[in-house]
């Protein structure tokens, strides 16, 4: 009886995530060449940019739009900041 109650809930679970809508973001592509890095080597490519911001955000327990102008759901401003962050 508890096998199926798990599996129950793991296929409403499944279900339920596989139902989240995609956001923006998801189809939103890092540049080859990203512009306005001040603390960054300019060269990166967008590649080795891409896992250095993702660590910022999770460390930060932040969004990218908590530091990059733009609203959340909509196409953001990369290059450029915010002036205030909080």
């Not at 660590?55 to 908590?66: D, I, M, P």
């Amino acid at each position: 009886m508890r096998s199926n109650r798990s599996k129950a809930v793991l296929a409403v679970c499944s279900l339920a995530l596989g139902a989240v809508p995609s956001h923006s973001q998801d189809t939103w592509r890092w540049p080859e060449k990203p512009s306005n890095l001040k603390v960054l080597p300019k060269d990166w490519p967008g590649s080795r940019l891409q896992p250095v911001m993702i660590g910022f955000t999770r460390a930060l327990g932040v969004r990218c739009s908590s530091c990059h102008k733009g609203q959340e759901g909509k196409p953001l401003s990369y290059a450029e900041l915010k002036k205030t962050y909080y």
